[in-house]
């Protein structure tokens, strides 16, 4: 299984985009999905975790209150809306599982997540 994420791109300082989540034959709706992301030249960091049943969501401080996850499960696809973005927001971003359920926080381990998949490239430039 490989997730895929998608929706980047190059965008001003200050403005958004919106990345989604797919798996393609597999069923997202079960899972929680985590968003990480990794800087040019910095180690990859958790960004984002959205749970599947119990409807929390968690995000790293440096993101909180700009970035925003949601689930679409008739189209299989988890979103993650990126608002008020800048230079320090870009990052190839990788969404990934770890099958449980519900997300224990912000995600840490991206390693140990059971499926992982293809980033996506975020640039925020003027």
């Known amino acids: 299984v490989q997730l895929q994420a998608s929706g980047g791109g190059l965008v001003q300082p200050g403005g958004s985009l919106r990345l989604s989540c797919t798996a393609p034959g597999f069923t997202l709706d079960y899972y929680a999905i985590s968003w990480f992301r990794q800087a040019p030249g910095k180690e990859r960091e958790g960004v984002a975790c959205i749970s599947s049943f119990d409807g929390r969501s968690y995000y790293a401080d440096s993101v909180k209150g700009r970035f925003t996850g949601s689930r679409d499960n008739a189209k299989n696809t988890v979103y993650l809306q990126m608002n008020s973005l800048n230079s320090e927001d870009t990052a190839v971003y990788y969404c990934?599982?770890?099958?449980?359920?519900?997300?224990?926080?912000?995600?840490?381990?991206?390693?140990?997540?059971?499926?992982r998949g293809k980033g996506t490239l975020v640039t925020v430039s003027s």
């Open positions: 990934a599982t770890d099958t449980l359920s519900n997300c224990r926080g912000v995600p840490r381990n991206y390693n140990g997540m059971d499926f």
